[in-house]
């Protein structure tokens, strides 16, 4: 019984420990009023310490065309396409993802930043290996812009050759 109290004390005495200090990533002590909020998240300059941001001193993502129509393919080819775009805003455009929303399709994009008035491309490249009929595929890119998130969109109609039928 003295053996279960004394492990039962230990037990809380180390949990409440635990639980007493919060730490940062560099060990050391932190309060709770230097955990950071969701809306630095959510305002992309947010870490250069300007107060009352415009949104438009922000990057912005402008497409020349969002969507790219190939037409007509046989199964199996490959295509490309370049979506040029062009920072409207008056900082720095950062990409930090491009995701397709197939894995037969794959988007190139930028890993530099790109500066305002500078242009630049999203490579995108379709396989239709597999596929058939009309197809629209998504190409979502993430960046630091206003909105965060800007979508592109290749589509066509894949032939399937008679041979295969």
């Known amino acids: 019984m003295k053996k279960y109290l004394v492990f ?16 940062n990533n560099s060990g050391d002590n932190a309060s709770s009023e230097s955990t ?11 870490a250069s310490g300007k107060e009352n941001i415009n949104q438009e001193d922000l990057p912005q993502m402008t ?24 920072n409207t805003g008056h900082s720095d455009l950062i990409i930090t993802n491009a995701k397709a929303s197939c894995g037969c399709t794959v988007p190139y994009y ?14 995108v490249s379709f396989n239709s290996k ?12 993430t960046h630091n812009g206003v909105p965060n998130k800007s979508v592109i969109y290749i589509k066509g109609d894949i032939i399937v050759p008679e041979e295969t039928l």
């Not at 969507?67 to 199964?75: A, D, P, S």
């Not at 930043?113 to 242009?119: E, L, M, Q, R």
């Open 36 to 46: 950071l909020s969701t809306d630095l998240v959510k305002n992309p300059e947010s």
């Open 130 to 141: 597999g596929k058939s009929g009309k197809t629209t595929k998504s190409i979502t890119v």
């Open 110 to 123: 930028p890993q530099e930043p790109i500066a305002s008035g500078a242009s630049d491309t999203i490579k």
């Open 8 to 23: 039962t004390l230990s037990v809380c005495v180390l949990f409440f420990a635990c639980n007493n200090e919060e730490t």
């Open 63 to 86: 497409f020349a065309e969002t969507e790219y129509v190939f037409g007509e393919i046989q199964q199996g080819d490959v295509v490309k396409h370049d979506f040029i775009f062009t």
